[in-house]
């Protein structure tokens, strides 16, 4: 991974962050919630562009890692290098390892062992944590 200094971090409250996100993306992104599967309309994008952050806009996931993972949810074998952070998660006793936007912390998912080459990696994203923005 990139270092992350170069990304300016969004710091703000809970008040805050409510106002800027829908409750669901608030449940997601600031509570580590997770959405149901096959909910998202991103989990059948696969149009050319840019995966970002839906609290901050910083660019995630580009559209050449996505893969149907047939999990439910949107799948990428790849971040943009630098743009997400990792952590330990125990919340199922069994660890797992979740990341979240660089710039402004928000819960984005969990990444697996077991996606498709380069990486053999599934960055498995809530799409409410996400917003599509189309190639030009």
């Keep these: 991974m990139a270092d ?9 409250n809970n008040a805050q962050w409510k106002e800027r996100l829908t409750p669901e993306e608030y449940k997601v992104l600031r509570r580590d919630g997770t959405e149901r599967p096959y909910s998202s ?3 059948e994008e696969y149009a050319a562009g840019t995966y970002v952050c839906a609290a901050c806009e910083l660019p995630l996931f580009e559209s ?4 149907d993972s ?6 990428f074998w790849a ?3 630098g ?9 199922l006793v069994i660890p797992r390892t979740e990341y979240h936007c660089a710039r402004c912390g928000g819960h984005q ?21 996400l917003k599509f923005i189309p190639a030009n």
């Design 4 to 12: 992350h200094d170069d990304i300016e971090k969004i710091e703000l």
């Design 41 to 43: 309309p991103l989990n």
């Design 64 to 67: 050449a890692t996505k893969f």
């Design 70 to 75: 047939h999990t439910g949810w949107p799948s």
């Design 79 to 81: 971040p943009i290098d």
């Design 83 to 91: 743009h997400i952070e990792e952590k330990k998660d125990f919340l």
């Design 109 to 129: 998912g969990h990444v697996f062992k077991d996606g498709p080459d380069p990486t053999g990696l599934r960055y498995c994203n809530n799409g409410v944590a």
